[in-house]
């Protein structure tokens, strides 16, 4: 199997299941019991606060951990709404569900939203998001880097249009972090520990001080009076160990994944088209098209390759991407993309092989099928 699906999930590495195996067996204590076993687990989950907090690298904030990014996000939202006064949210058309959902499920709920367009490159215009940000702006939202098709947006000119009307910025930074640099502005900042090659079930939400969204789950408030829960030292530990292994392999992680992305474009033939600016983008995520390509075809004649058609988190809907519809492609278009994602553990020899068997069983559908 070669596997080529990192904007799904990326393979934990082996640095972080060593960290996390004590406290999965033998340091099995509640983190939140007043016992010695328990101050070492907590101690434990503070270590891990501090490395993600330090490879952050940001200013007058703190870091409160949650069941992933998802949570985060609603958090985010729905709690800064709650503190506000101001009745509209604005946001991008390509977001995470667990952005629009939450938007949607706000909208009904009396809240304006606008939903910033992108063009063909997948950028939002400026303009427009100026013109959309006002004085009745309660929170502006917005991925770094897109999970499906790695545009970068541009997060700090989108801060300094909030702050300009005093509307606190929400950055989705799960596709971003450990991968290109977050910018010091945003407010909030959502991340998840699988993205970065920890375990599954952790993320959490960077708080600028003063800008803390009202709680989401009330109990014992474990977390810093902010969210309720018993944490799991395991998780936590193992995001804190990719979080600093993130931050020490940052320029060899961002130098093989530029080989990687010549490797695949040399590849690839020019029938080929890229979905999304090649140039404002994370280089470790290729969204690309073929005239006539079935991607669903694609993927079950090549069971050996592990890729995707979009967002892992909407696959199975039978729908074409929002995405990639946000961007002009047509349903067809949408349905002849496919999405690569490689990183740290990538070869580049099975990476070629990889490209190559894609490009075989592509021509071979377009035989059968002429």
């Not at 699988?194 to 408030?221: N, V």
């Not at 098209?289 to 988190?313: T, V």
Request: hydrophobic share 45%; with cysteine.
């Amino acid at each position: 199997m070669i596997y080529l699906d990192y904007q799904a999930t990326t393979p934990v590495a082996p640095e972080v299941v060593a960290v996390m195996r004590p406290w999965a067996e033998e340091k099995f204590a509640n983190p939140h019991s007043p016992s010695k076993w328990g101050r070492e687990a907590a101690a434990a989950i503070e270590h891990a606060r501090d490395q993600i907090l330090t490879a952050l690298g940001l200013d007058e904030g703190r870091f409160v951990f949650t069941s992933g990014a998802t949570e985060a996000l609603n958090w985010a939202i729905a709690g800064t709404l709650e503190r506000s006064e101001r009745r509209k949210i604005v946001t991008i058309s390509t977001e995470h569900a667990a952005v629009l959902d939450t938007c949607e499920w706000l909208e009904g709920r009396g809240y304006r939203v606008v939903r910033l367009p992108v063009g063909g490159d997948g950028l939002i215009d400026l303009d427009a998001a100026a013109e959309a940000i006002d004085d009745q702006t309660a929170l502006v939202a917005a991925m770094l880097v897109n999970n499906e098709i790695g545009v970068i947006q541009p997060i700090a000119e989108l801060t300094a249009l909030a702050h300009r009307h005093h509307a606190p910025m929400l950055c989705d930074a799960v596709q971003a972090f450990g991968r290109v640099a977050i910018p010091q502005g945003p407010d909030l900042i959502a991340l998840s520990a699988h993205k970065i090659y920890g375990p599954k079930g952790i993320g959490g939400l960077w708080i600028r001080k003063g800008f803390e969204p009202r709680p989401l789950l009330y109990g014992g408030g474990q977390e810093q009076g902010l969210r309720s829960g018993t944490l799991s030292p395991a998780l936590c530990a193992g995001f804190g160990e990719a979080a600093r292994l993130a931050e020490m392999r940052s320029a060899g992680d961002q130098a093989h994944v530029e080989k990687l992305w010549e490797v695949a474009l040399s590849t690839f033939g020019a029938d080929w088209e890229i979905n999304g600016s090649a140039a404002a983008r994370y280089h470790g995520n290729l969204n690309l098209r073929r005239d006539g390509l079935d991607g669903a075809r694609l993927m079950a004649d090549l069971r050996n390759i592990a890729f995707s058609l979009g967002s892992a988190c909407a696959s199975g809907s039978g729908r074409p991407s929002h995405v990639l519809r946000a961007i002009g492609l047509s349903d067809r278009q949408a349905r002849s993309s496919i999405r690569l994602g490689f990183g740290r553990y990538t070869g580049e020899a099975e990476l070629a092989s990889a490209c190559r068997h894609i490009n075989e069983a592509a021509l071979l559908q377009r035989q059968y099928s002429a």
